[in-house]
């Protein structure tokens, strides 16, 4: 079993930045593949990033590659997700899952976090 919680959301000016975080239980952090999802109102959960246990990571489009950048930290059974330059359509809540294969669709995905309100104004 794995838990997971995030934190780190808010609400931020466009062009502001937001880091969020998911600290994850067990011993066995490292051997997950670490995502983050999102779910803005009437659409469906969408595949942000994720990163493999060495570090190997794949994000979701070209428009948030460049703004976002997802890292773990295996020592501290932590992943986060730095975003950058943020737009009023990122405007979501943002989902930390674990998986223990490398996939970009959320029923791949084993266990997830409660979600974080990322809010954009513009």
């Known amino acids: 079993q794995v838990q997971l919680v995030e934190s780190g959301g808010g609400l931020v000016q466009a062009g502001g930045s937001l880091r969020l975080s998911c600290a994850a239980s067990?011993?066995?952090?490292?051997?997950?593949?670490m995502g983050w999802f999102r779910q803005a109102p009437g659409k469906e959960r969408e595949f942000v990033a994720h990163?493999?246990?060495?570090?190997?990571?794949?994000y979701s489009a070209d428009s948030m590659l460049g703004r976002f950048t997802i890292s773990r930290d295996n020592a501290k059974n932590t992943v986060y997700l730095q975003m950058d330059s943020l737009k009023p359509e990122d405007t979501a809540i943002y989902y930390c899952?674990?998986?223990?294969?490398?996939?970009?669709?959320?029923?791949?995905?084993?266990?997830w976090g409660q979600g974080t309100q990322v809010t954009v104004s513009s």
């Open positions: 990163i493999s246990w060495s570090g190997v990571r794949s």
């Open positions: 067990g011993r066995t952090f490292s051997l997950y593949v």
């Open positions: 899952a674990a998986t223990r294969v490398v996939a970009t669709t959320a029923k791949d995905y084993d266990y």
